[in-house]
């Protein structure tokens, strides 16, 4: 599946729009396309693993983690850091993975969603969604939980409201934000983060 | 004697929450499969014309293209409208896609680019040149008012507005408190979180499996078949998990023409995911004008009522909802008038989005109420009691059930209405007014046939399938506990799987009737295989059930046992080790009970109690407190029907003062198609909601007696929202969103 490309330039590949359109017009970029960049071997360590992969420098960190790594608990929501379902950890911190460039992520620790907890043992967090329903059709809720781990170790997530402010990065169209304040706080309360 | 396989109205844990929560659960895009190869859709940046030529031959250079597909080359493909025709199309000619030069909307898809990689096939489809003819188009429905027309013919389920009834004219005239107004509400997305996408697996038979995003397997799998001359052995379609529909997957989507025309092509497995900018190019909740005239007679009863709709749909297909007919049902009014009219724009056909038409009518028809309760001195609850309707006047038909009172009354005493002042801007707290708003709405609760079938193994395990689908709205988990009840099993030994052409065929998950469709299958085939194992049991060597009929057994505890001597009974796991078999099964479908049901009007219920607060200077308005009381038969599960209840109220929250779809009428194209501009509720939003079940018997409906929970919730939320901001300010927005603007 996976190919090794010739060429090393690389093309920014934004749409461009014009401000106005002639009657007759061609739309795209003229000349010669760029040849797109090759592939090189990239390691990440995804979930503790060591994980060899060919990528060319323009894959984010999300593509590598669904199209090459197989790890497909993480979500593709927007491609452009707006909804928050592609959440993974690094290094502890939670960042958007559509944000950031899988070649930038070499000897950090990714954590991804299959990375916290499985089907059989579940991490906390994962029980409490669960437990409070805090999903519906499950797609931001890697993402979600992802977050609210992150949320914890940043020890700011004190009262409701703050749950709620600093949870809001993430997107939930099925509107399950009353089951996952509740699902953190409960977590939260839990681990007994101080106030 | 506990009955511990009694799970039906539990509040049980989704079944599927651990796949959910661990990332196992596979969506349409996640299916890596050997050999695949992605397609990236070009999308058009006119709004109308004609494509003059696409320029492919320097894309296709680059170094892991595979493809370029357009009209220009697109292959020989079915000819007539009817193949292109899904289960759940309007009217009039279907889009084809990559059929014709011919462009009828912004961001149609004119072009798929396929390559080895995701990156290359993105990057190659970003520079593919597309030489373009642009003709003048219209893309403003409030340039159109004078243009409306009544539909032909619309798609099923639509109903044209009652005729007139007693003289709505005169009694308006003549009426004590009259009200006379124009409602507007915006362009809507779906905007489910998940990307539209299609992943087609290539067999080396040339026969496909399509993983793909939809609410129909069926629909789509006769879609392609159709389009692209295959047989139903030859087109497997799979939906094991969707990440959110509300609408928006109810007819095919073109990430599944793109990747099954490509893989058919390339004789290989393709992928098509769209972005989310894209996911404003199909299909949306449309623009819609509403005209109401209300009046009252001195006693608060309706004199009379008018309501007028017009909307937006596209150039080739009659769109249609049932947006004003609620109106002339939902209360006592003996002289209504109700039109209905659409207008065609250069866009595509809007779609079926969350309780359609409802959603729309009921913000037009519960801001009218509780304007007309205030200009008649009334409560508007009150006002709404003293215009109960105890029959449906449009059908001239009993209701099958109707408990609204009772969410009147329920909602009314939950939120403490009693301690409302009814005076506008007399509640504040510091410098936020406070405002306590209410609305409700109504809904069908409508039955279409479903199959199932049921498999019990030798280990005591019940396998159930039925090619239905799981938007998030719990169908897994109800239908297990359905599953495990009818056939006294622990919930933890029955499987219930969805979503596959290979199963029996259930009808697409929308309109609130999956529970009450497959739901009633599921019991069928439980019974059916009830059956079977009745007459093994009584095969047994000294069965004590031998002489039972199966209306004198019951299937509990893992035992099937006599109803008035439970302690004759047999376990159920010895019955199939008895009998030799490794398995027993059962197929049957449920079909609705027109007799029975065509005597009625079967509806859901709800009513929804709102409070805001307003900031006095700077008009930000927050929902601190809401109640949403509902009427809608049997719960089969109480915790996730109440999370589609609080899901309506956020999508009623994001009606009200957020959502909107903004065409920049110049280039006939949507300005926010993304999740940064299209704004819908985060979770700092959302505060204290409160949902009420009302208990609801219904022997009508359907065998369960449920009524649907997913659509019914939304109803009347945006115009409580409305309803408290004027309360709190006494300003009256009949436009929304309501933008802080509006309010300053």
């Not at chain 1, 809001?168 to 977590?187: D, Q, T």
């Not at chain 2, 025309?261 to 900018?277: I, W």
């Amino acid at each position: 599946m996976l190919l090794q490309l010739d060429g090393m330039s690389f093309q920014s590949t934004s749409f461009l729009v014009p401000m106005s359109y002639p009657s007759t017009t061609k739309r795209g970029v003229m000349g010669a396309p760029a040849a797109p960049p090759p592939a090189s071997t990239v390691t990440l360590k995804i979930n503790g693993v060591e994980t060899r992969l060919q990528l060319a420098p323009w894959t984010s960190l999300l593509d590598a983690l669904r199209e090459y790594a197989d790890l497909t608990g993480t979500k593709k929501g927007c491609d452009h850091g707006q909804c928050g379902a592609c959440t993974v950890l690094v290094n502890g911190k939670r960042i958007n993975s559509c944000l950031t460039l899988a070649v930038m992520q070499e000897g950090n620790e990714i954590t991804t969603i299959e990375g916290l907890g499985t089907q059989e043992k579940l991490h906390p967090l994962q029980q409490a969604f669960i437990d409070h329903d805090a999903f519906q059709c499950g797609y931001c809720t890697p993402g979600q939980i992802c977050s609210a781990v992150g949320l914890i170790n940043e020890g700011k997530a004190h009262s409701e409201d703050e749950i709620r402010e600093l949870m809001s990065g993430n997107l939930c169209r099925c509107g399950a934000y009353v089951g996952i304040l509740n699902a953190v706080k409960e977590v939260v309360d839990g681990t007994k983060v101080k106030s | 004697m506990s009955q511990y396989t009694n799970y039906i109205g539990k509040p049980t844990n989704r079944v599927d929450g651990p796949a959910k929560v661990t990332g196992a659960a596979k969506y349409a895009a996640e299916f890596n499969v050997p050999n695949l190869a992605y397609g990236v859709v070009v999308s058009s940046p006119i709004a109308k014309g004609r494509i003059v030529k696409v320029y492919s031959k320097p894309v296709l250079k680059i170094a892991g293209v595979l493809a370029v597909f357009s009209h220009e080359n697109v292959p020989n493909l079915a000819w007539f409208d009817r193949n292109y025709k899904d289960d759940v199309a309007p009217g009039g000619s279907p889009f084809r896609p990559l059929h014709e030069d011919k462009i009828m909307f912004n961001q149609q898809p004119i072009a798929l680019v396929v390559a080895e990689t995701f990156e290359v096939a993105r990057y190659a489809a970003s520079i593919l040149e597309i030489e373009y003819e642009e003709e003048d188009h219209e893309t403003d429905i409030e340039l159109k008012r004078a243009e409306g027309f009544m539909p032909g013919r619309g798609k099923s389920g639509w109903m044209p507005p009652p005729p007139p009834r007693g003289k709505p004219d005169k009694e308006w005239k003549k009426a004590a408190h009259r009200i006379e107004h124009e409602y507007i509400h915006g362009t809507q997305h779906h905007n489910p979180m998940e990307l539209f996408a299609t992943t087609t697996e290539y067999h080396p038979d040339g026969t496909i499996t399509a993983y793909d995003k939809t609410q129909g397997v069926y629909n789509c799998q006769q879609y392609i078949s159709k389009i692209f001359g295959l047989s139903k052995s030859e087109a497997r379609v799979v939906t094991q998990y969707m990440g959110g529909g509300f609408g928006s997957g109810l007819r095919p989507q073109y990430s599944l023409f793109m990747s099954v025309m490509a893989a058919l092509e390339l004789k290989r497995s393709v992928r098509v995911s769209l972005t989310r900018q894209q996911m404003f190019s199909f299909g949306h909740r449309p623009y819609t004008l509403q005209y109401m005239k209300l009046g009252t007679n001195p006693d608060g009863t309706l004199a009379a009522l008018q309501h007028h709709a017009l909307h937006e749909t596209s150039r080739f297909e009659e769109y249609t909802e049932n947006v004003v007919n609620w109106s002339g049902m939902l209360y006592q009014c003996d002289n209504v008038k109700l039109g209905y009219q659409l207008a065609e724009i250069d866009v595509f056909t809007p779609q079926d989005m969350r309780a359609p038409g409802a959603a729309t009518g009921s913000i037009a028809l519960e801001i009218a109420m509780d304007e007309m309760a205030f200009e008649a001195g009334l409560d508007p609850v009150d006002f709404r009691i003293r215009n109960y309707a105890e029959t449906d006047q449009n059908m001239s038909k009993p209701f099958s059930s109707k408990r609204l009172r009772d969410c009147y009354h329920q909602g009314a005493s939950k939120f403490g209405w009693d301690r409302r002042n009814p005076r506008p801007r007399s509640m504040r707290e510091g410098n936020m007014l406070v405002g306590w708003g209410m609305a409700g709405g109504v809904w069908d609760a409508s039955q279409k046939k479903a199959a199932a079938k049921a498999s019990l193994s030798g280990d005591g395990k019940l396998l159930v399938t039925s090619a239905t689908g799981d938007i998030g709205t719990g169908t897994y988990t109800i239908m297990t506990q359905i599953a495990a009840e009818y056939l006294g099993l622990p919930i933890e030994a029955v499987t219930f799987k969805l979503g596959d052409t290979d199963m029996p065929e259930a009808p697409v998950e929308g309109g609130s009737w999956t529970a009450a469709s497959v739901g009633t299958a599921v019991k069928n085939v439980c019974e059916e295989l009830g059956k079977k194992l009745l007459k093994q049991a009584q095969k047994m060597k000294g069965s004590p059930l031998k002489k039972a009929t199966f209306d004198e057994v019951e299937f509990v505890n893992g035992q099937i046992r006599l109803r008035l001597d439970p302690n004759q009974a047999v376990v159920i796991r010895d019955v199939l080790q008895a009998s030799g078999k490794d398995k027993l099964e059962a197929e049957t479908s449920a079909t609705p009970n027109l007799l029975k049901q065509s005597t009625h009007s079967m509806h859901s219920h709800n009513a929804v109690f709102v409070e805001v607060k307003v900031d006095e200077d700077l008009g930000t308005i927050h929902v601190t407190r809401v109640v949403n009381a509902v009427a809608a038969g049997r719960i089969l599960n109480t915790k996730t029907a109440r999370s589609q209840v609080l899901g309506s109220v956020v999508w009623g929250i994001s009606m009200a003062l957020m959502e909107e779809t903004v065409m920049d009428h110049k280039f006939g194209r949507y300005m926010n198609h993304n999740l940064s501009e299209y704004h819908i509720p985060v979770n700092a939003d959302i505060h204290d909601i409160q949902v009420v079940f009302v208990e609801e018997e219904d022997e009508i409906v359907n065998p369960l007696g449920v009524k649907g929970i997913g659509e019914v919730g939304l109803l009347g939320v945006a115009a409580a929202v409305s309803n408290a901001v004027f309360h709190a300010t006494g300003k009256r927005v009949r436009s929304l969103p309501i933008y802080l603007d509006k309010l300053l």
